[in-house]
């Protein structure tokens, strides 16, 4: 399985997004509530569930809270990865209303987003459950949203792939249409690996057994996609591969295909639509 060297779920790549995303919605200040509730009232409010699935982006809105005001006081009735169901209350805070209501949206935001995609893993992850095959995501994202969608898919069982374009060498079908074929491409990714001192994993994608077979004779790739290749071809494939790379199945892979694909004995499938088809969840957050 494919490590990482950029470890995304750290406290300071998560205040930076906070940041981000606050500058984006509050900008200059949130005059509505300035305009409206007097500097220094304090109430609570809770959050709740208007929906039913997978809980994910309880730790993302303690971040986010404490990011806008450290002074804010939570509870929590409910973490990540729990089932959620309609009227249920996932955490209560209290404090200032002015970082209350500031905090507001970005934690909705993130959570309904998040709990979308952690119940569309866990239910794809169902799907393949016995069959030895991992569920992978894509580079797929939302930009500028990228962390909370991978770290969804983390909390609903599935695997992250690369983070981005930094963290391994994932070589397309453009990757090797423009490098003149898979060998040009394995030997050039190779040399440059060498040449700036860099560890990373390759990955290869293939669109056929001969493409398969080359990528075999050149070596050197840590797995080997097999891109929409039919049930009948990506058997012949992992057969072929055997164990000398890991393999990895992708493209166009629905919920009526994906178990059929995971019995071709690959070791993961990518699914794009996890992260870019997921449908949010309801919930609320509501004065008490």
Same mark, same amino acid.
């Given at each position: 399985?494919?490590?990482?060297?950029?470890?995304?779920?750290?406290?300071?790549? $998560?205040?930076?997004?906070?940041?981000?995303?606050?500058?984006?919605?509050?900008?200059?200040?949130?005059?509505?509530?300035?305009?409206?509730?007097?500097?220094?009232?304090?109430?609570?409010?809770? =959050?709740?569930?208007?929906?039913?699935?997978?809980?994910?982006?309880?730790?993302?809105?303690?971040?986010?809270?404490?990011?806008?005001?450290? *002074?804010?006081?939570?509870?929590?009735?409910?973490?990540?990865?729990?089932?959620?169901?309609?009227?249920?209350?996932?955490?209560?805070?209290?404090?200032?209303?002015?970082?209350?209501?500031?905090?507001?949206?970005?934690?909705?935001?993130?959570?309904?987003?998040? *709990?979308? %995609?952690?119940?569309?893993?866990?239910?794809?992850?169902? =799907? $393949?459950?016995?069959?030895?095959?991992?569920?992978?995501?894509?580079?797929?994202?939302?930009?500028?949203?990228?962390?909370?969608?991978?770290?969804?898919?983390?909390?609903?069982?599935?695997?992250?792939?690369?983070?981005?374009?930094?963290?391994? $060498?994932?070589?397309?079908?453009?990757?090797?249409?423009?490098?003149?074929?898979?060998?040009?491409?394995?030997?050039?990714?190779?040399?440059?690996?060498?040449?700036?001192?860099?560890?990373?994993?390759?990955?290869?994608?293939?669109?056929?057994?001969?493409?398969?077979?080359?990528?075999?004779?050149?070596?050197?790739?840590?797995?080997?996609? =097999?891109?929409?290749?039919?049930?009948?071809?990506?058997?012949?494939?992992?057969?072929? $591969?055997?164990?000398?790379?890991?393999?990895?199945?992708?493209?166009?892979?629905?919920?009526?295909? %994906?178990?059929?694909?995971?019995?071709?004995?690959?070791?993961?499938?990518?699914?794009?639509?996890?992260?870019?088809?997921?449908?949010?969840?309801? =919930?609320?957050?509501?004065?008490?």
């Amino acid at each position: 399985m494919f490590v990482p060297v950029y470890e995304y779920l750290n406290p300071a790549h $998560i205040s930076a997004f906070i940041q981000q995303a606050l500058q984006e919605d509050v900008g200059s200040g949130d005059h509505t509530s300035l305009s409206s509730i007097a500097a220094g009232t304090n109430n609570r409010a809770r =959050l709740l569930v208007k929906d039913e699935g997978l809980l994910a982006g309880v730790e993302l809105a303690q971040y986010i809270f404490t990011e806008v005001d450290p *002074s804010l006081k939570m509870e929590f009735m409910m973490k990540d990865g729990e089932p959620m169901h309609k009227g249920d209350i996932v955490l209560t805070v209290q404090g200032s209303v002015h970082s209350i209501l500031k905090a507001e949206r970005l934690v909705l935001n993130c959570m309904q987003r998040m *709990s979308g %995609i952690a119940t569309y893993t866990q239910k794809l992850n169902a =799907l $393949i459950e016995g069959t030895g095959a991992r569920l992978l995501d894509t580079r797929k994202t939302t930009p500028n949203f990228r962390l909370p969608e991978k770290w969804a898919v983390k909390i609903g069982g599935g695997v992250n792939h690369r983070y981005g374009l930094f963290d391994m $060498i994932l070589l397309k079908d453009n990757h090797v249409d423009y490098a003149g074929g898979v060998s040009n491409a394995l030997k050039a990714a190779k040399n440059y690996l060498k040449t700036m001192g860099l560890s990373l994993d390759i990955e290869l994608e293939t669109r056929s057994l001969e493409e398969v077979k080359e990528a075999l004779l050149e070596g050197g790739i840590k797995r080997i996609m =097999l891109d929409n290749m039919a049930p009948k071809m990506m058997k012949e494939a992992v057969k072929l $591969i055997g164990n000398q790379t890991e393999t990895e199945a992708s493209g166009g892979i629905t919920e009526a295909t %994906i178990r059929e694909v995971a019995f071709c004995g690959v070791n993961y499938i990518s699914v794009g639509a996890l992260t870019h088809s997921a449908k949010s969840l309801d =919930l609320s957050l509501k004065a008490y």
